[in-house]
Structures are given as structure tokens and as C-alpha cells.
């Protein structure tokens, strides 16, 4: 297992090599396994290739044209840069997978603490599940990215999945060995009391 976690990397380039569905099942599968808040589960995953994925693109496409005159996050104006690539690269990776949370709420839905929290359990619990297929993609050999610039286009992508976008998850054979990142020193994350 920690090897697998080792060799996960942050995939930007994809080789145009179809992945068998069986594998991409076994992905979500391992996704599917992943811990969840009081069992909720809160997912639900739609595979996208073909014709499919570029209609989400597009939306994607148009929510990232629509930032630039209406933004949904004025404050992260600086990054939008960024979500052009990030779309780039879902253009070149053969699957997407979107990850819809149908417990959640719009994000622009006033919350009081007893939703912010199973908010919060619900991407906790997503998000266990999206690193499980990250790893399951290491040992089936594939290349993977957890897409956030997704936000940027929260509205179009919504829309377009009726459902509320949690994660995306681009998948594919990977054209690249990129380096392992740096990572913080242990002792300087680590603090042990008793």
C-alpha cells in the first residue's frame, strides 16, 4: 500500500490510449469502498468519454468565459489562469469522471451549523473516495488527476450534471513521470501530546 501511495502523482499529460472499462470500473469500485460519514456515501460517478466529456468541457468552457464577467469567486480571480490549463489538460485525458454529492447543497445556499457540518462529513467522505481510485489507478497502472479548478464553472457543470459537482477525476495512461513534490519535513507537521 505505501507503495502505491508513493508513486501517485499530480498526471497533466495523457497518452490518447482507450482504458478498458473494466479497469475504469475497478477504479470507481475501489472509490466506492471508501469510508463515509454515518454511511452515507455520499456519491454518485459519472464517467465521461467521447462526446459526453466534451459536452462537460464545454460547460466548463462557458462557465470559465462567464467568470471572467460575472465571477462566482471574485476572490480567486488571481487563479482562473490555472482552470484554463487544468481545462487543457481534461481535453487531452481520455475519461473524466465527475463526482456528484446528491446529499449536497448549492454552495451558495445559506447554511446553518447542522448543514456546514455534514457538509463538511461529505467531502471528507468524498474525498477518501477519490484518493482510493487515485490509488487504485497507481496499481492498475494508469495516471490520474484530482481536478478542483472545477469551481470556477460550478453552475455550468451542475447544470449540465444535474447534480451537485463534488470532484472531478481525470484518468488515463500517463505520458509523463513527473518527480515526487516536496513534501514537509514529518517533524514539523507532527506534534505528540499525551
Not at 8 to 29: D, L, M
Not at 159 to 165: K, M, N, P
Amino acid at each position: 500500500m505505501l507503495d502505491a501511495i508513493a508513486a501517485r502523482r499530480s498526471i497533466r499529460k495523457f497518452k490518447n490510449t482507450p482504458v478498458p472499462r473494466h479497469i475504469i470500473e475497478e477504479i470507481i469500485k475501489a472509490g466506492a469502498l471508501a469510508p463515509s460519514s454515518k454511511n452515507r456515501q455520499p456519491w454518485h460517478f459519472v464517467v465521461t468519454t467521447g462526446k459526453a466529456k466534451e459536452e462537460a468541457l464545454a460547460a466548463m468552457e462557458q462557465g470559465l468565459h462567464r467568470e471572467a464577467q460575472q465571477p462566482f469567486l471574485p476572490e480567486s480571480a488571481q487563479y482562473i489562469a490555472g482552470a484554463w490549463n487544468t481545462l487543457a489538460i481534461m481535453r487531452q485525458a481520455p475519461i473524466i469522471i465527475f463526482v456528484v454529492n446528491p446529499l449536497g447543497l448549492d454552495l451558495l445556499t445559506p447554511q446553518n451549523a447542522e448543514n456546514r457540518v455534514f457538509e463538511i462529513c461529505n467531502t471528507q467522505s468524498i474525498g477518501a473516495a477519490v484518493e482510493n481510485m487515485s490509488l487504485a489507478a497507481v496499481e492498475a497502472g494508469l495516471g490520474s488527476l484530482w481536478i478542483c479548478d472545477t469551481y470556477f464553472a460550478q453552475q455550468e457543470l451542475c447544470t449540465w450534471l444535474v447534480g451537485e459537482l463534488a470532484a472531478a477525476f481525470a484518468l488515463g495512461y500517463a505520458d509523463e513521470e513527473p518527480a515526487p513534490r516536496p513534501r514537509k519535513n514529518f517533524d514539523d507537521i507532527v506534534e505528540w501530546r499525551s
